[in-house]
């Protein structure tokens, strides 16, 4: 595997992980943009975007976009999250340069009237789609909560008021401040052809004009508080729960994930042994999540109503048996074990390093191997865990209940 | 277009039946890191008995607690040191047991799995903790509104015991006893129609003699055949406190084994597959109705159903559902030969990616030996789907239009079912 970049001079910017053993290539555009770019007014404009990008250019109509990604057999889709918007295709090698075509192509959307109101009617749906299942909107909530007015705080989705009220030329001047060339590149991973795809690139993205663009990056102070909210349609109690951990940018992120597995894997961890596994809940687990300038360890714990307020105390007694105690040196070999052989059954497919080397790109404009990342994982230590603990205490949370229980007993 | 043909490796699809009828399927690979297994075991949820439905399920859970000389903790603890990324699963007719992993440790991983599936512990005192996780699953779906439309579907469409969900009922686990579960665990985790498919980087020979010494002495049993039945017609919808309603419609199609498959599953694909397809492009692109609008064919050994699923709010459930049954009647008219070049497309690329995925290999073959007690290589399939033509599946179609249609919905207020029309 080798890595190759290059950048046009607009700033457009390309990576790729060329593997030759390789049996089809994933390609994609990253857009550094997401939720926490928008303002108020605009709530949910980055993930209507994100729709709208399917429904046609001044070339393609939006049925000769679905139609020609499907004559290449493509698979192909796009998210949005709290801080970028991706589009992807896995295609055969051969077919790398009709699908730069058709993803460059669409990357110039011509956010039309009329396909704007149609696919305002589908976010709709998607919105309450959601809003029917756990955990209910909720993760909004509790992000809103732990973060304040900062933007991580904003929600992908919006609500169906700001959808609703959303005007198609706010969304076209959000996408010309966006959609620059200097905010965004193209990633690909597996039987690239690079030399191509620079020229292939070039020749149809490099009229685009920069917009110098800056996210804004505000400090935070995360709040600690608990809510309970009542859901009488609900059959199961969730609990949610958010804590700060390293950032994107923190080199004590692996540290980070080894002790989430460690403590909340949804197998062979502490929470697995202890709530899982006896039956107690239906799910309890942690994960690590990294933003630029912040990151989160979101727990998640569902069960029935009236087991919750037992479930939670059992909870809140691991997180603080953890943060005192800390971790056994098994524990971290086993949970090491099993992270690095995620890595490599992970990387077997071009479209899962398309993810990795995209990922790292946006978050830290750096290209890490799969060796690099083994590397990593194995260099941590048991003191390392300790001071991640120490920095990032596990037991100093934001907590929002949602389910049957009308208020949570004291 | 011959892309297949010419794009997949050339591999060998090795094959070997142990004499207590038990069928060893291997895709060896030297580009891959991997290796994947995939243990179908012969104990679906329709041998449930019909008092203890849920039974398969808890048992699958119950040998995980424990096999061999390691107890629970000490099976899991072992298998995630080996990097074992693992699920199971419990159908119709088999519980499914697959597992990944780095190639250097495919021996130990299988043989802690042919502990698992010979020589489970069954500790009586974990009964009750397995019985609450099979519980909580249980209570889990009544929170996801379009899980349980579609569970409900299957029970509709399906005759008993064929449509159950694999989840079992809460009464079904509640009477289940130590004694059921040793019983129901020493009949049917027999070695006759189990099938174990192994993909990835390893050698035949030494995987075979492996085989061979850790399953080679597993004693055949008999178990009784199951008896189909009518099953019992509830109302088609269930009432729920929810934003959207939740459609399902389904109708008969052919099995995997059955010489039309490809064209039926070919039928499908141009109704639901890619965003192209007739329901995405009609249901959503043109009208905004929902944001998720599905069909699938779901084979079983014997009978098989295409499952349409969609979910959209209240005041326009009514339009989706008779948008969504126009196009399934549509179907009959036939297909048009540009569909059909990008749904071969499709399917091309999508044979050429598996060989990407060892697990998805090793489930594909294992899978294939069970509908046609053989197994093609994905060089042979790329030629079946080079042969299919339009007239081809039209002609199928018109002898098998979409009929018998059932219906099922989940949502605030029930929806006026449309009267076929044949």
């Known amino acids: 595997m080798k890595f190759r970049s290059h950048t046009l001079e607009n700033g457009l910017e390309i990576v790729a992980e060329c593997n030759d053993k390789a049996h089809s290539v994933g390609l994609g555009f990253f857009i550094r943009t997401g939720a926490r770019d928008e303002t108020d007014d605009v709530s949910g404009v980055s993930h209507f975007l994100e729709h709208m990008v399917f429904k046609g250019t001044p070339r393609r109509s939006a049925d000769d976009v679905n139609r020609e990604f499907d004559e290449l057999g493509a698979h192909y889709n796009a998210f949005t999250s709290e801080e970028n918007t991706v589009y992807y295709a896995s295609v055969l090698p051969e077919y790398q340069e009709p699908v730069i075509d058709i993803l460059s192509d669409i990357m110039r959307p011509s956010l039309r009237d009329e396909d704007f109101n149609m696919e305002k009617k589908v976010i709709i749906e998607e919105i309450q789609m959601y809003a029917d299942q756990p955990p209910f909107g909720m993760d909004d909530r509790i992000k809103e909560l732990h973060y304040g007015h900062h933007p991580l705080a904003r929600s992908v989705l919006g609500t169906e008021f700001t959808v609703g009220e959303l005007a198609v030329d706010q969304m076209r001047s959000y996408f010309e401040s966006r959609y620059a060339s200097d905010n965004m590149f193209v990633a690909a991973a597996g039987k690239v052809d690079f030399d191509a795809l620079v020229k292939q690139v070039e020749s149809r993205c490099g009229s685009w004009k920069p917009s110098l663009t800056l996210r804004d990056l505000p400090p935070y102070e995360s709040q600690s508080s608990f809510q309970c909210v009542p859901r009488s349609a609900s059959t199961q109690q969730y609990i949610l729960q958010l804590a700060d951990a390293p950032a994107a940018e923190d080199s004590r992120r692996f540290a980070a994930k080894l002790l989430a597995t460690m403590f909340g894997d949804d197998s062979g961890s502490r929470l697995y042994w202890e709530l899982v596994d006896p039956g107690l809940v239906e799910s309890a687990s942690l994960g690590h999540y990294e933003y630029q300038g912040a990151g989160m360890y979101f727990s998640w714990l569902s069960c029935a109503p009236e087991d919750a307020v037992e479930n939670f105390s059992r909870l809140s007694e691991l997180q603080h048996i953890a943060q005192e105690k800390g971790f056994k040196a098994e524990e971290l070999h086993q949970a090491k074990s099993k992270v690095k052989a995620r890595v490599v059954l992970g990387s077997e497919r071009p479209r899962n390093r398309l993810f990795n080397v995209g990922g790292n790109w946006l978050q830290r404009r750096e290209y890490r191997s799969v060796d690099d990342d083994l590397k990593a994982i194995d260099a941590v230590t048991l003191d390392d865990i300790e001071g991640v603990l120490k920095e990032f205490p596990i037991n100093r949370h934001t907590t929002v209940t949602v389910g049957p229980l009308e208020k949570w007993p004291t | ?422």
Not at chain 2, 62 to 89: Q, W
Not at chain 2, 125 to 149: G, H, M, T
Not at chain 2, 268 to 279: A, C, E, K, Q
């Open chain 2, 1 to 422: 277009m011959t892309a297949t043909q010419d794009k997949t490796k050339q591999t060998t699809i090795f094959t070997h039946r142990l004499a207590n009828g038990m069928t060893l399927v291997g895709e060896p690979s030297d580009s891959v890191q991997s290796a994947a297994i995939t243990l179908l075991v012969p104990c679906g949820y329709s041998a449930d008995p019909v008092d203890q439905q849920g039974l398969a399920s808890v048992l699958c859970d119950m040998v995980l607690r424990g096999a061999g000389r390691r107890d629970g903790r000490s099976l899991i603890n072992d298998l995630e040191v080996l990097g074992v990324e693992r699920g199971e699963s419990v159908g119709a007719s088999q519980t499914s047991f697959s597992a990944a992993t780095i190639a250097e440790n495919l021996s130990e991983m299988l043989a802690i799995y042919a502990d698992i599936v010979r020589r489970p512990r069954l500790p009586e005192d974990q009964l009750s903790a397995a019985k609450l996780v099979c519980l909580q699953e249980i209570n889990s779906i009544e929170d996801e509104p379009s899980q349980r439309l579609m569970i409900e579907l299957r029970k509709r469409t399906y005759p008993e015991p064929w449509g159950r969900s694999s989840h079992g009922s809460e009464a079904g686990i509640a009477i289940i006893e130590s004694s059921d579960i040793q019983g129901h665990w020493s009949r049917y985790y027999r070695p006759n129609a189990a099938i174990l498919g192994v993909a990835g980087s390893f050698r035949w020979e030494q995987l075979l003699e492996q085989v061979e010494a850790l399953f080679g002495d597993w004693k055949a049993s008999d178990v009784p055949m199951i008896v189909e039945r009518q099953s019992d017609q509830s109302t088609p919808h269930i009432e729920y406190d929810s934003n959207q309603c939740h459609i399902g419609i389904a109708y008969p199609s052919v099995p995997y084994r059955d010489p039309n498959y490809l064209r039926a599953w070919a039928a499908v694909g141009i109704l639901s597959g890619g965003m192209s397809s007739r329901l995405f492009t009609e249901v959503r692109e043109r009208r905004g109705l929902c944001y998720t609008v599905s069909a699938s064919l779901q084979t079983q050994l014997d009978r098989a159903r295409v499952l349409c699923y969609a979910g959209t709010s209240e005041e326009r459930a009514q339009e989706t559902l008779n948008v969504t049954f126009a196009e399934l009647l549509k179907l009959r008219n036939g297909i048009l030969p540009e569909e059909l070049a990008r749904l071969k497309a499709r399917i091309k690329s999508g044979l050429i990616m598996q060989q990407e995925s060892t697990s998805s290999r090793s489930g594909s073959i294992a899978r294939e030996w069970y509908h046609l007690g053989r197994v093609r290589t994905l060089d042979e399939l790329g030629k079946l789907v080079d042969d299919l033509t339009g007239p081809m599946i039209n002609e199928y179609l018109e002898a098998h239009p979409p009929q018998d249609f059932t219906f099922a919905t989940l949502g605030p207020r029930p929806l006026e079912l449309p009267c076929e029309i044949s």
